[in-house]
């Protein structure tokens, strides 16, 4: 069991779910975040649910580099190692390109990708020292294919993210002695503040906890990548690689 677990970006939406729900396993979690208030809430509601659980709060602001490297040895230290990592932070606003959006959407890459590689970097030299974690990166469903409007600079995000971690896959194969687990987990369309500030109508919206019972039973099985729920974002993210673009355009 993969006992200890940080997640970034946990203090609203999937993030937040996600510790709840792994706490109602039984697992130790670092959470962290910019606001600090909602975290500490967040641990007051699973301490008080689940009084056999750790959780310790951090406040990261995951733009500040140095400052990621310094919180996952605040929480390495504080929950005596690291088994997961869950690279969950992040930003959905943008606009067209070519519609003067640069600055948004310019914020939306910092944080989903930049940011992201820095978390990974933090995460992985852990491991690489423990011989063992398992790695998450949440990606979107939106990485199968270049995505229009407002969801462009997200969704390019998403595709690097996604690069990144079959990158560290193909360094571990052929070491020996490691047993480390990277999941590369593509959610669908699952209610959260973040998609709140995307622009599109977003089609088969399922509910937080209910996207998010599907991620974590796919990141318990350390699987490779899984589309969640599986249904029906498994089908349309296959259509959305493979579909002419004028089909592909209607499903998003």
């Known amino acids: 069991m993969r006992r200890n677990i940080l997640i970034t970006g946990a203090s609203s939406g999937l993030g937040a779910e996600m510790a709840r729900q792994f706490a109602a396993k039984g697992h130790h979690l670092a959470i962290t975040a910019r606001r600090t208030d909602r975290l500490e809430q967040l641990r007051d509601e699973i301490v008080a649910a689940h009084p056999d659980v750790t959780v310790s709060?951090?406040?990261?602001?995951?733009?500040?580099?140095?400052?990621?490297?310094?919180?996952?040895?605040?929480?390495?230290?504080?929950?005596?190692?690291?088994?997961?990592?869950?690279?969950?932070?992040?930003?959905?606003?943008?606009?067209?390109?070519?519609?003067?959006?640069?600055?948004?959407?310019?914020?939306?890459?910092?944080?989903?990708?930049?940011a992201a590689l820095a978390q990974a970097e933090a995460a992985m030299q852990h491991f690489y020292e423990?011989?063992?974690?398992?790695?998450?990166?949440?990606?979107?469903?939106?990485?199968?294919?270049?995505m229009p409007g407002s969801m462009t600079t997200?969704?390019?995000?998403?595709?690097?993210?996604?690069?990144?971690?079959?990158?560290?896959?193909?360094?571990?194969?052929?070491?020996?002695?490691?047993?480390?687990?990277?999941?590369?987990?593509?959610?669908?369309?699952?209610?959260?503040?973040?998609?709140?500030?995307v622009e599109q109508e977003q089609k088969l919206m399922v509910d937080t906890a209910s996207g998010v019972r599907s991620m974590v039973t796919a990141i318990d099985k350390e699987v490779e990548d899984a589309s969640v729920p599986g249904w029906p974002w498994v089908p349309i993210g296959q259509l959305l690689k493979h579909a002419p673009r004028g089909i592909a355009r209607r499903l998003v």
């Not at 423990?130 to 469903?141: E, T």
């Not at 998403?158 to 560290?168: F, L, R, T, W």
Request: charged share 20%; no cysteine; hydrophobic share 45%.
């Open 57 to 114: 709060v951090h406040a990261l602001d995951v733009n500040d580099h140095d400052q990621v490297f310094e919180v996952f040895a605040a929480a390495v230290t504080e929950l005596g190692g690291l088994d997961r990592v869950i690279v969950n932070a992040g930003l959905g606003k943008g606009g067209r390109i070519g519609a003067g959006k640069f600055q948004a959407n310019k914020e939306t890459a910092e944080t989903n990708f930049i």
């Open 130 to 146: 423990r011989k063992a974690g398992h790695l998450v990166l949440i990606s979107s469903v939106s990485a199968m294919r270049g």
């Open 154 to 197: 997200y969704a390019a995000t998403k595709a690097a993210v996604a690069h990144v971690a079959e990158g560290i896959r193909m360094d571990l194969v052929g070491r020996k002695g490691l047993d480390i687990a990277v999941s590369t987990i593509y959610p669908g369309y699952i209610a959260s503040e973040m998609n709140e500030q």
